[in-house]
């Protein structure tokens, strides 16, 4: 009886304290187990490893969006082992069009989750209370419901919808990544760093800062991937973690320097341990920066040149952390979604009264699909 008492308290005290107390090495955390360390340094030989970046985008995918934008930016751009570049599509619920969303995965982009209520709360939220104090079932229903609308609406099997970037980029500590994981993600992509890193996994306390005022989870979560948001240096080293965030100060640049400054992102990193870059776009950058969208263009140009950069969804530098191949071996690795997409256009009306145009993939549902009913029934 005493030795089984015994294995009971050393069992409580492994499922309360491992993160905080065991730090993270090679010996108790291996990649062959699904466990990666939180650090700065590259798998592989720094001359040898690409240089990764992943293409973000937040916002709702308008048609108009994705004709004017997005597909000029995007199409046609090909990576050294001469695939079609990839790029990572958050997407939130309102005023998105899912027959577009299906389009995106047709082509290989990554489909991932920013929310269902992002665009109803945020203009009256301006300290992010409601998705830093949120709980786990109030998370699930915005990430996971939003999963089951993009897998329904868009036509798109849910194991492609495996990542979030949250609104903000705000946590909620550990009820995200609890809720992340119930809800059949596998990596979250909304904690911005200082310090460079690669990806990891969140079996053991991150070395990853917590910035005063965030919200960071402190558990262990063995096996569930972060992928930081590694900041931007703005004008006057002032710290950003979305490009227009980095120019909210000035409006009067020349395409140049706005080509410039994106430029210098990727290479800051390339001349170091080519950490991954993640460049969240915004169009709103387009409208506050008259010389952005030429610059950004220019900018993706000028990587696109470079042998060693590509440009990949967030989920394939996951993938290349787990089996890090070196240049000459690296593929793209697009993962083309096969399902297809009727055309359905629909009048639906959300529970607060007002109407929404949704286009679909599948008929049309009785209601707009919204929080704690996705379906729309
Ligand atoms: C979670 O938060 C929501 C919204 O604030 C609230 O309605 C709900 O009761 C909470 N659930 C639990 C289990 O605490
Ligand atoms: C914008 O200006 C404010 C106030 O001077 C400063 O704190 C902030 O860092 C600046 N942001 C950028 C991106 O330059
Ligand atoms: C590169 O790919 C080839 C063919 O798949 C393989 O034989 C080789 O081991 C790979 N190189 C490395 C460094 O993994």
Redo the contacts with the bound molecule.
């Keep these: 009886m005493k030795c089984f008492a015994a294995v009971v308290v050393v069992l409580g005290l492994l499922g309360q304290g491992l993160a905080d107390t065991d730090k993270c090495d090679s010996s108790n955390c291996a990649i062959e187990n699904n466990c990666r360390c939180s650090t700065a340094e590259n798998p592989i030989d720094v001359s040898e490893a690409p240089q990764l970046v992943v293409l973000a985008f937040v916002e709702a995918l308008t048609s108009e969006l994705y004709t004017s934008r997005w597909s000029v930016l995007l199409e046609s751009r090909k990576n050294p082992d001469d695939s079609y570049i990839g790029a990572t599509f958050y997407v939130p619920h309102e005023y998105t069009d899912y027959q577009r969303v299906q389009d995106l995965a047709a082509i290989g982009f990554e489909v991932g989750v920013h929310s269902i209520s992002s665009l109803s709360i945020s203009s009256n939220d301006p300290h992010q209370d409601y998705w830093k104090d949120?709980?786990?079932?109030?998370l699930e229903l915005e990430f996971g419901g939003q999963r089951t609308i993009i897998s329904k609406f868009a036509n798109i099997p849910e194991e492609y919808i495996t990542g979030v970037m949250t609104p903000q980029l705000q946590l909620s500590g550990d009820n995200s990544i609890n809720a992340f994981k119930a809800q059949g993600f596998s990596y979250d992509s909304s904690w911005h760093s200082k310090t460079a890193l690669f990806p990891y996994t969140l079996d053991y306390l991150s070395g990853q800062v917590c910035d005063v005022g965030s919200n960071c989870p402190t558990e262990s979560h063995p096996g569930f991937w972060e992928a930081p948001i590694n900041d931007l240096a703005g004008q006057n080293n002032a710290v950003c973690a979305t490009v227009a965030a980095c120019f909210k100060n000035t409006t009067d640049l020349t395409k140049q320097e706005v080509s410039d400054f994106v430029y210098q992102q990727v290479e800051k990193q390339r001349n170091k341990k080519k950490a991954p870059v993640t460049l969240i776009i915004e169009s709103t950058w387009f409208d506050q920066v008259e010389t952005s969208w030429d610059g950004l263009v220019d900018a993706l140009d000028r990587l696109e040149a470079l042998d060693d950069v590509f440009f990949v969804t967030q989920a394939r530098v996951i993938e290349w952390l787990k089996d890090p191949q070196p240049i000459s071996n690296f593929t793209t690795n697009l993962k083309e979604v096969t399902a297809g997409c009727s055309q359905y256009s629909c009048t639906l009306t959300k529970p607060d009264g007002t109407t929404r145009y949704m286009n679909s993939c599948i008929p049309c549902p009785k209601t707009y699909p919204w929080l704690g009913n996705p379906e729309g029934n």
């Design positions: 949120a709980n786990q079932s109030l």
